[in-house]
């Protein structure tokens, strides 16, 4: 019998790494196949495949957004797609896979030129470094949240719990660009890229080039790494030089240049002119702002297009910029909310499944786990997405409407919890629900009865 591995990650490796392994799961289990899945998720890597698995492995199906240590396949039949591909058509995914020969070496999604798998590509490294990246600010954010219940201005006073509570919540957002820029590197070139770019990193948050200098100084290094590991040939007795010496040194050398005479200065105006840009919006733009953002998070619930509202979202955290992360967990919520709305209002119109799914997805968009509706995405597309995508606009709109603030970049329900964490709470909660019964009421309005 055909032995089948998956490894299955996404950015934040919360939702799509195991929806993806369960969905690999069952379709295998279905087709009477063996599969073991590895996740590689927040918690870790967990089931992790063996040289042994490896090597008895008829094919490997990678389903995966961000680095996934894919050197270990070399010489194996690999399926390459996203974590959201794997959800959506596991089955297919699986088939393909048992068609495989030992001669087809990588097949990708679907057929792509050359400068679309390298923008794919260089997602991928971006999205790692973004991974990586999240947890401190969760962590930051939350903490400084905390800070706030001794009062808004508490921390202010040295030796307080409130001040020694936003100092760690201080550090790890400090952290923030540093293991963006390092991680980046790190998914492009591996371990010799991971200290240059750590360090370019640092040195863009210390000119105030911020987020964006950590993007520009993780593929610097990263790539200029890669090259001089490609190019640079030494004799064997030195050769073990090129990682701990000579590219720490070099790439970090002319990263570091590039910093200081090349790149912060203008990141650091064009960072400098975001920020006041968006703290002089008025409401009309902010408004905008919001369902454009909004709108964003329900395109594809967790892909590319939720993640870049997200990334940019976090990322504002850092320029003490609340309001657009507001609206982008607003508008992230709205979706799972509104499809076990439908099923509740609308039970007709969906199978006993799909009625027990739109309870879990309720607990999902609770916690702001977009990916709680990509089942029903999936299975009615035209009519699911479109509705999502107006009510989530609306939810992000009205948050910035209503001037709401979020401090911590997730959390969902639970967060809003934690006093002073969300500003105007009663409003944001106002938010989330009219883009809840917008989407749900649409939702249950363009379906159509299920038929016995």
């Known amino acids: 019998m055909k032995k089948l591995l998956a490894v299955t990650a996404c950015p934040t490796g919360i939702a799509h790494t195991y929806m993806a392994a369960e969905a690999l799961t069952n379709s295998a289990k279905e087709k009477g196949i063996?599969?073991?899945?590895?996740?590689?998720?927040?918690?870790g890597i967990e089931?992790?495949?063996?040289?042994?698995?490896?090597?008895?492995?008829?094919?490997?199906?990678?389903?995966?957004?961000?680095?996934?240590?894919?050197?270990?396949?070399?010489?194996?039949?690999?399926?390459?797609?996203?974590?959201?591909?794997?959800?959506?058509?596991?089955?297919?995914?699986?088939?393909r896979a048992l068609a495989m020969e030992p001669s087809n070496t990588v097949i990708e999604a679907a057929p792509v030129q050359e400068n679309k798998q390298q923008s794919a590509s260089l997602y991928k490294h971006l999205m790692s470094g973004v991974s990586f990246m999240i947890p401190l600010v969760v962590a930051g954010g939350l903490l400084i949240a905390c800070s706030f219940i001794f009062g808004v201005n508490a921390f202010k006073e040295e030796g307080t719990i409130a001040a020694h509570l936003m100092g760690i919540g201080g550090a790890a957002m400090g952290l923030m660009v540093p293991v963006l820029s390092g991680y980046i590197a790190y998914s492009i070139a591996g371990k010799p890229g991971l200290a240059p770019g750590l360090i370019g990193g640092m040195l863009s948050a210390n000119v105030g080039a911020g987020f964006l200098g950590g993007l520009l100084t993780g593929i610097l290094a990263g790539y200029l790494a890669k090259l001089i590991i490609s190019k640079l040939k030494l004799p064997k007795s030195l050769e073990s030089l090129k990682p701990i010496l000579i590219i720490p040194f070099v790439v970090t050398l002319i990263v570091g240049l590039l910093v200081y005479y090349v790149i912060g200065t203008p990141v650091a105006a064009l960072m400098n002119w975001l920020v006041a840009w968006l703290n002089g919006l008025g409401t009309a733009n902010a408004v905008l702002l919001g369902i454009i953002m909004g709108g964003m998070m329900a395109v594809d619930m967790g892909g590319p297009v939720n993640k870049a509202a997200y990334t940019v979202g976090t990322a504002l955290i850092a320029s003490q910029i609340y309001g657009p992360m507001a609206a982008v967990m607003a508008a992230g919520m709205v979706p799972p909310l509104a499809v076990a709305l439908a099923t509740f209002i609308a039970k007709n119109k969906f199978t006993a499944d799909e009625r027990e799914a739109g309870k879990a997805a309720a607990v999902l968009g609770l916690a702001f786990i977009s990916e709680g509706a990509i089942p029903f995405a999936a299975a009615d597309p035209i009519r699911v997405i479109p509705s999502c995508i107006i009510g989530s606009a609306a939810a992000g709109g009205l948050s910035m409407a209503f001037g709401c603030l979020l401090r911590a970049p997730h959390g969902g329900l639970f967060v809003m919890l934690i006093p002073n964490a969300v500003t105007h709470v009663e409003l944001y909660l106002v938010a989330i629900a009219a883009g809840t019964v917008i989407s749900g009421l649409l939702i249950s309005t363009l379906k159509k009865p299920k038929t016995v």
């Open 47 to 95: 089931n992790e495949l063996t040289a042994s698995d490896i090597a008895q492995a008829h094919a490997i199906i990678v389903a995966a957004d961000m680095e996934a240590d894919e050197s270990r396949f070399k010489g194996k039949p690999v399926v390459r797609v996203g974590a959201a591909d794997a959800i959506k058509n596991a089955d297919e995914l699986i088939s």
């Open 34 to 43: 063996e599969i073991k899945v590895e996740t590689r998720g927040a918690v």
